[in-house]
């Protein structure tokens, strides 16, 4: 068995319905995976987590690395014993984080000399520092350190940038890593079509166990988001999954799907959350903090099955975060991860039953009218 099978095609389009394989049982895709950048998805339990769904989650290694550090997690028993979640695990290299980190940083062929963000201390961080933490933290599926092109940048930019991914990314294949960990490699290029076929022929050269698109979600608009899957995604094999880093909104999920794309991450649910925003049926969002909800006794969405929806109303969810209660938080972050699990559990079916071309549609036609 191979780390990735597709179950079935759909006919309108390049989106797949298949399942990756992993020690920690088997993921179903299209899939997306709630973000739990410090060991913890905000707001919500491992059990709950499981409760809505969920099939794995996303851990940081730049974060990680700082607090709690590599040595308690290790005399934890790994990061899953750690933060007692059973199921797959991928954690991120740390590359996006030291990209954000830019006036804090110093870049080197071999690595990012940077100064924490919490006290100013200095450290190093490049391929092979990035796979030893995450062999000790020991996620399911481990990604390789890549340097996120900023944006914008000139092509001139980006093919540097392109250049020292490719670099980093041939050491990061070579470093050993726990038994049964996956490791998947990340194509760059910014919004440059050609670059973005050049790096994932690059990156695909180095038989990673599967293959992600990163840099976008960084500042640039969604067609030009969608012109660099449009590039990548053709050029990476078939056999293996395939990951959109950092997207997105509903219609990105399901337009990316179309696309070939297998797996997502997003901070979008939980972050709307906690400001008090809603993803309603049709892709939309409601401020559910907006005064016309004081008296507004319906559920968050009526067609939603979550616990929020089933047991409480706008007007009561409005109220918590006007005194300032965490309970609102809590509530909408669940609402908005059974959202995109729902989301995806959606796209599977419609793949399967040979209906997705008419969700891609609806989620087409209803994504730019805002609820609010």
Not at 37 to 50: F, H, I, M, N, Q
Not at 101 to 110: I, Q
Not at 332 to 343: A, G, I, P, S
Request: charged share 25%; hydrophobic share 35%.
């Amino acid at each position: 068995m191979g780390i990735f099978t597709c179950l079935k095609k759909d006919p309108s389009s390049n989106a797949r319905r298949g399942v990756v394989h992993t020690r920690r049982g088997d993921i179903q895709t299209p899939i997306f995976m709630p973000v739990g950048t410090r060991g913890s998805v905000k707001a919500v339990s491992p059990r709950e987590l499981e409760e809505l769904g969920a099939q794995i989650i996303l851990g940081n290694t730049y974060h990680l690395f700082l607090r709690p550090g590599c040595e308690i997690i290790e005399a934890a028993g790994g990061l899953h014993k750690f933060i007692n979640y059973p199921r797959p695990i991928l954690t991120d290299s740390g590359g996006f984080q030291v990209f954000s980190l830019a006036t804090l940083r110093k870049v080197t062929p071999d690595g990012v000399k940077f100064a924490s963000h919490i006290d100013g201390s200095r450290f190093f961080l490049g391929p092979k520092e990035s796979m030893a933490i995450q062999r000790s933290l020991d996620s399911d599926i481990v990604m390789a350190f890549d340097e996120c092109t900023p944006y914008p940048a000139t092509e001139l930019q980006a093919l540097k940038s392109l250049e020292l991914t490719t670099r980093w990314e041939t050491m990061s294949r070579e470093q050993p890593l726990n038994d049964g960990q996956l490791r998947f490699g990340i194509v760059q290029g910014s919004t440059f079509p050609e670059l973005r076929k050049r790096s994932a022929r690059e990156i695909t050269a180095l038989d990673f166990d599967g293959y992600a698109i990163g840099g976008v979600s960084v500042g640039e608009s969604e067609p030009e988001m969608l012109k660099a899957v449009d590039a990548a995604a053709p050029e990476l094999p078939w056999e293996r999954p395939r990951y959109l880093m950092g997207v997105g909104t509903p219609r990105q999920i399901v337009e990316s799907v179309a696309r070939g794309v297998d797996m997502f991450d997003c901070v979008m649910p939980t972050r709307l959350g906690r400001h008090g925003a809603a993803f309603v049926e049709n892709g939309r969002t409601i401020n559910v903090t907006a005064g016309k909800y004081s008296r507004d006794f319906t559920p968050v969405d009526p067609e939603c099955d979550c616990y929020c929806c089933r047991n409480f109303t706008k007007a009561y969810i409005r109220h918590l975060f006007n005194v300032g209660e965490i309970l609102g938080i809590r509530l909408l972050t669940l609402h908005n991860l059974h959202y995109f699990l729902n989301l995806a559990a959606k796209i599977r079916h419609s793949i399967e039953e040979g209906t997705f071309a008419e969700l891609r549609a609806y989620y087409s036609a209803d994504f730019s009218r805002s609820a609010n």
